[in-house]
């Protein structure tokens, strides 16, 4: 009786619920089709967009070298901090590079006396012979002349006193002991300096 029973059930009732269910189903889901698709996706996309511009982020330093307003006879420098090196580009094309020494705390400059090289796309100022400049590290050795080596590249960064420049211990190259400028060697500095001039542009990255 039992088996008779359900096949009962099976034969006369299953097929009609089944079917009602699945009918009902599909009219729901083109319902929901049919409003996303007239107003709220097309409101909703809209939006998206909006907010994926006004969140998109500044450009990478990386992007910013190669959209370069720069012609291709121009020359630039490009000083990476992390990596203790100065390169020289003449256009979009790497010339040379040399090994400097940075300021003595990381990061991108905050106040005077941070003892931080400032971070940022600037220029060249001035080029001022300091072979003649006096400067005491506070190290016990007393002043020394010629601390800045032969010539100072002073840069336009909106901090006094920031620049690239040779020393007298070429052994501080890959170190960073600055209070805030760029040291290179000084026959470094010559040769960097017979390629850029003033309102050359200079790139400082960390």
């Known amino acids: 009786m039992q088996s008779g029973y359900y096949?009962?059930?099976?034969?006369?009732?299953?097929?009609?619920?089944?079917?009602?269910?699945?009918?009902?189903?599909?009219?729901?889901?083109?319902?929901?089709?049919?409003?996303?698709?007239?107003?709220?996706?097309?409101?909703?996309?809209?939006?998206?967009?909006?907010?994926?511009?006004?969140?998109?982020?500044?450009?990478?330093?990386?992007?910013?070298?190669?959209r370069k307003d720069c012609e291709e006879s121009n020359y630039w420098l490009l000083v990476d901090k992390s990596n203790f090196e100065i390169y020289l580009y003449k256009g979009s094309k790497l010339e040379k590079r040399y090994p400097v020494a940075v300021g003595l705390v990381s990061g991108d400059k905050e106040e005077p006396g941070d003892n931080k090289t400032p971070e940022g796309t600037f220029t060249v100022k001035s080029?001022?012979?300091?072979?003649?400049?006096?400067?005491?590290?506070?190290?016990?050795?007393?002043?020394?002349?010629?601390?800045?080596?032969?010539?100072?590249?002073?840069?336009?960064?909106?901090?006094?006193?920031?620049?690239?420049?040779?020393?007298?211990?070429?052994?501080?190259?890959?170190?960073?002991?600055?209070a805030g400028c760029i040291r290179m060697e000084n026959e470094a500095l010559l040769d960097v300096l017979s390629f850029i001039d003033e309102g050359s542009t200079v790139i400082i990255r960390d």
């Open 7 to 66: 096949g009962y059930r099976r034969r006369r009732r299953s097929p009609f619920f089944i079917i009602v269910a699945v009918l009902i189903l599909l009219a729901g889901a083109a319902g929901y089709w049919f409003l996303n698709s007239s107003s709220g996706g097309q409101e909703g996309t809209s939006g998206k967009e909006v907010r994926s511009a006004e969140m998109a982020p500044e450009p990478d330093i990386d992007d910013l070298i190669l």
């Open 127 to 178: 080029l001022e012979d300091s072979r003649h400049w006096v400067y005491d590290f506070g190290d016990g050795k007393g002043p020394i002349e010629g601390a800045f080596g032969p010539w100072f590249i002073r840069l336009e960064t909106g901090w006094e006193g920031i620049g690239i420049h040779g020393t007298h211990d070429p052994g501080s190259m890959g170190t960073r002991c600055t």
